[in-house]
């Protein structure tokens, strides 16, 4: 039975084989494409055209208009810091929030 060391150094002998036949078999592809794509005069895009992100146009789907921003309903009176009600509700809101509500006019 072979050894650890001896199997490793089969795994790294068939490795190396394994490469070189490798770039030799793509070259060989390489030039079998190169050779086709002459023949018939095509392009690198006719073969992989360039994919667009997002959606396609006419999807239907038009963009909204972005939302202006809430008026405040509370306010810390300490630091002035302001909240508009959505969200997650700040910390100095605490348990009783009607404390904080701005008055509207």
């Known amino acids: 039975m072979p050894t650890y060391k001896q199997l490793l150094a089969e795994k790294e ?3 190396a ?3 070189e036949v490798r770039a030799n078999e793509v070259a060989s592809v390489i030039e079998q494409i190169r050779q ?5 005069d095509l392009t690198a895009e ?6 667009r992100r997002g959606r396609p146009a006419g ?3 038009a ?3 972005a939302a202006s ?8 009176p300490k630091t002035g810091k302001t909240w508009s009600g959505r969200g997650r509700a700040p910390a100095w809101l605490g348990k009783r929030p009607e404390r904080f509500l701005i008055e509207q006019a």
């Open 59 to 61: 999807s239907g789907a």
């Open 46 to 51: 006719d073969i992989a055209p360039k994919r």
């Open 17 to 19: 084989k394994l490469s």
């Open 13 to 15: 002998a068939l490795e």
């Open 36 to 40: 086709l794509m002459a023949d018939y």
């Open 69 to 76: 921003a809430l008026p405040p309903k509370y306010r810390d």
């Open 63 to 65: 963009r909204k208009p």
